[in-house]
Each structure stands twice: as structure tokens, then as C-alpha cells.
């Protein structure tokens, strides 16, 4: 299983980003999906879920407006589109692979593979 994020940078605020996680090893459509962050010297955050057939969606309550998240079973990758960035959304993003059985998105302990990460810097 390989998780690959890329998309990140440096933007100003109220700029837009879209980040993109390619997977491989797994059966990608069987499989739910979230975008995770950890700001420096924070602890993971969860921050959008996906389910297999792309078609709910959930997010937490601090991007909600401002992000969608997008999955492209063909394709084998995740997307999160980012717009109106604020400074207090800098933080190494991840996606990471739910287990399947399971209900919910927001615990960490739900993830079994996880990507290395991609940085999202906000600031003027």
C-alpha cells in the first residue's frame, strides 16, 4: 500500500491550493478515505472524509465552506481543493486510508496506511 500527496506550498491568505494523494497497492475504490493535518506542534487533525463511491462527504466544522474533497476511482487519487486559506490552516497534510467495517472519520485510530505528507504554508 503507497499513499503519495503532493499539491502543497506557500500561499497568501485567501488563496486556494489543491492537494492530491495517488494510491496504489490496494483496491482504492473499496476503501473510504480522509485528509488528515498536524500543524507544528499539534496533534493530527482530522479533516475530511470521503466515502468509496464519492458521493458523501463529511468535514470538520473549521474548513466546512472553504474545502472539497473529491476522490477519482479511475484514477486512484484523492483530492482536496482548498480555498479562502487562513494562516491557521498551515499544517503537513495527509491522506490516509480508513479501515474497512468501521463508521465515522474523525479518530485517528480509524486509519491503517497513511501518506508522508505534503506542507501547506499560509502566510503573507
Known amino acids: 500500500v503507497q499513499l503519495v500527496e503532493s499539491g502543497g506550498g506557500m500561499v497568501q491568505p485567501g488563496g486556494s491550493l489543491r492537494l492530491s494523494c495517488v494510491a496504489s497497492?490496494?483496491?482504492?475504490?473499496?476503501?473510504?478515505m480522509s485528509w488528515v493535518r498536524q500543524a507544528p506542534g499539534k496533534g493530527a487533525e482530522w479533516v475530511s472524509g470521503?466515502?468509496?463511491?464519492?458521493?458523501?462527504?463529511y468535514y470538520r466544522d473549521s474548513v466546512k465552506g472553504r474545502f472539497t474533497i473529491s476522490r477519482d476511482n479511475a484514477k486512484n487519487t484523492l483530492y482536496l481543493q482548498m480555498n479562502s486559506l487562513k494562516p491557521e490552516d498551515t499544517a503537513l497534510y495527509y491522506c490516509?486510508?480508513?479501515?474497512?467495517?468501521?463508521?465515522?472519520?474523525?479518530?485517528?485510530?480509524?486509519?491503517?496506511?497513511w501518506g508522508q505528507g505534503t506542507q501547506v504554508t499560509v502566510s503573507s
Open positions: 497497492g490496494f483496491i482504492f475504490s473499496s476503501y473510504d
Open positions: 490516509a486510508r480508513r479501515m474497512r467495517g468501521y463508521s465515522g472519520y474523525e479518530s485517528e485510530s480509524l486509519y491503517d496506511y
Open positions: 470521503i466515502n468509496t463511491e464519492g458521493v458523501s462527504f
